[in-house]
């Protein structure tokens, strides 16, 4: 089977973001991550960091969920609440990127975004608590007193968004067709990896 997608889902601190970059880069394709969030405030007329902290609090029910994302297909959209309006812009916006070619996609419910389509490769990465502490502190600054905690809130908040969004089990191993732990295998083995599942797709 080609695979024209690679959707990634991953532990903060895993290294995630760098193997999908890097995966884009060796094969020529598009990596979007944070650049959906950036498209989709622009959609809404608001800022970045106000989408992001809606990202954040975007923790209510499925039921509650699918019935404004209902109303926002039917074209009611001053209803729904505006954590609801941003999850259903940034579906749209990766299903659209999407039909523009094959591409990488890191978070944000991309799985789900593109469940409909055959030639997708849906990847999670894990790595150790030590690995992505380190991470944490040395390479996105965090402070190091605050780490621990902060790598737990951000884990937290990732899977209430994928549960609140998807009905589905953030870390559930049936959500994906691999699961790499880039503490044991290493960044750039995990982009040798993929790469291989990806290397005869981009000629569709």
């Known amino acids: 089977m080609k695979f024209r997608y690679i959707t990634i889902e991953r532990e903060y601190g895993s290294g995630a973001r760098m193997i999908g970059e890097k ?22 007329d608001t800022t970045v960091e106000r989408a992001r902290s809606l990202e954040e609090k975007s923790v209510g029910s499925l039921l509650y969920t699918i019935e404004m994302m209902g109303r926002i297909a039917n ?17 749209s916006i990766i299903q659209e990127l999407a039909q523009m070619g094959p591409a990488v996609f890191v978070g944000r419910c991309a799985g789900f975004a593109l469940r ?25 600054g965090v402070n190091p007193d ?3 905690t902060f790598m737990k809130q951000i884990d937290k908040r990732r899977a209430n968004y994928y549960f609140s969004n998807t009905g589905k089990r953030w870390k559930d191993p049936a959500e994906y067709h691999m699961l790499l732990d880039s503490s044991v295998i290493g960044i750039d083995n995990c982009v040798d990896i993929l790469a291989a599942a990806m290397k005869e797709q981009t000629a569709d």
């Not at 995966?23 to 809404?44: D, E, F, N, V």
């Not at 959209?77 to 309006?85: G, L």
């Not at 990847?123 to 690995?131: G, H, K, N, Y």
Request: proline share 3%.
């Open 23 to 44: 995966l884009a880069q060796r094969l020529g394709l598009p990596c979007y991550g944070t650049q959906i969030l950036s498209m989709a405030a622009k959609k809404l």
């Open 116 to 140: 409909n389509e055959k030639r997708v490769l849906h990847v999670f990465i894990r790595a150790d608590w030590e690995t992505k502490k380190r991470r944490v502190i040395e390479e996105y």
């Open 146 to 148: 605050m780490a621990e």
């Open 75 to 91: 074209g009611d959209t001053n209803s729904a609440p505006k954590s609801v309006q941003l999850h259903a812009t940034e579906q």
